[in-house]
């Protein structure tokens, strides 16, 4: 049995099990896909021990994308360039890094006018989208984000402007897409606030928050007549060619699948 698994800390609350269980049962593959939680002291042997135990992969989330970077025997380009992998191939005894989530990303978001994108927040999740952006060709990346420094320092990466978070609102004048990476919006978390009066009504509205799905940011959004893109959009895109990579069969995101990972 093919058996890949998503590592993370805490993980509990993973979609990723029962999406690949999905398609696993839809492709008719005999295989697995769990969630195993560790903490960044323990990413390492459980890497050894996902070889031991002849796992074909895993992903990564919180906190260990960036971690790993180390710990890979290689990996592809945009890895190096991004500076963080999701996707873990595991081939001979050795692990081969991946990065799916600018790609998923750029699925949900590949109908925004490229002209300027504001993008909110400056961690892990802000870097791979900013990337995404900046090879997709929009013409114009804002960042902002509460630690100025973390987002001078993305916007340097990316040939990006800076806007003072206390500015935000301010800056979605002319946007084609306004993204939230930040945890704000989240359950448990404050909500982001931020008044959408000068986004243009034709800009698309991207919450990569997924629990809950319709944040306050997308219900404001959709409320004035923008376009919006939930956080299960990435989830679901970024999946795809880690399956493929371990499994071999590229699955299809479909309107089935975001019902059965919202029952
Ligand atoms: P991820 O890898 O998912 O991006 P992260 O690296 O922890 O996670 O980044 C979380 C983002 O949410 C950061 O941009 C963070 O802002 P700081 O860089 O200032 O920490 C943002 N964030 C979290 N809580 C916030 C809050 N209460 N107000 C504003 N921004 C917040």
């Known amino acids: 049995m093919k058996r890949a698994c998503i590592i993370g800390y805490p993980v509990s609350h993973s979609l990723s099990p029962k999406l690949h269980r999905y398609w696993l049962k839809e492709h008719g593959i005999a295989g697995d896909y769990t969630a195993v939680e560790a903490k960044p002291e323990a990413l390492e042997a459980t890497l050894k021990k996902l070889i031991a135990e002849n796992y074909i992969g895993c992903n990564l989330t919180l906190p260990h994308k960036e971690l790993v970077l180390p710990m890979l025997d290689s990996m592809d380009e945009v890895v190096r360039e991004i500076g963080a ?37 400056a961690g892990g999740a802000a870097r791979a989208i900013c990337w995404a952006l900046q090879s997709d060709g929009f013409k114009e990346l804002v960042i902002s984000n509460r630690s100025q420094e973390k987002a001078q320092h993305l916007a340097s990466l990316y040939q990006g402007k800076v806007v003072d978070w206390e500015k935000r609102s301010e800056a979605l004048a002319g946007a084609g897409l306004l993204v939230n990476t930040t945890s704000l919006g989240m359950k448990n978390q404050p909500a982001l606030e931020i008044d959408l009066s000068s986004l243009p009504k034709s800009a698309l509205v991207y919450d990569i928050v997924y629990a809950p799905l319709e944040t306050s940011l997308l219900a404001a959004a959709r409320d004035r007549g923008n376009k919006v893109i939930d956080g299960l959009s990435m989830l679901m895109h970024q999946a795809a060619p880690a399956f493929e990579a371990w499994f071999g069969v590229r699955p299809q995101v479909t309107e089935a699948l975001r019902r059965e990972l919202l029952a």
């Open 85 to 121: 992998a999701n996707t873990i191939v595991i081939k001979n005894g050795k692990l081969h890094g991946m990065n799916t989530d600018a790609y998923g990303f750029m699925q949900g978001a590949s109908t925004a006018q490229k002209k300027k994108a504001v993008v909110l927040g």
